[in-house]
């Protein structure tokens, strides 16, 4: 995936701009790999959003249960 992907993946997961700005600036490869993201994310305090692309024991139920990582999980 590439950088441009990315953000417009980490923006309909509704990242702060910030944070997808601090996560896209750790990567200094052209392509950036869905785990990467996932990993950058929960650094973060967001739960996983691309679980689905790379663990083969997550399924598309799994997936479609697992809302967009619209919220840090402590934000209350």
């Known amino acids: 995936m590439t950088k441009d992907e990315a953000v417009l993946e980490l923006r309909f997961c509704n990242v702060s701009e910030e ?9 200094k490869h052209k392509n950036i790999s ?4 996932d990993d950058e994310l929960e ?5 996983r ?9 997550f399924g598309a139920h799994d ?12 934000s209350d």
């Open 63 to 74: 997936a479609y249960a697992a809302s967009p990582a619209n919220k840090k999980r402590n």
């Open 43 to 47: 650094k973060l305090d967001y739960e």
């Open 19 to 27: 944070d997808i700005a601090f996560i896209v600036d750790k990567c």
């Open 49 to 57: 959003f691309f679980r689905f692309e790379y663990d083969e024991d």
């Open 34 to 37: 869905p785990q990467f993201l």
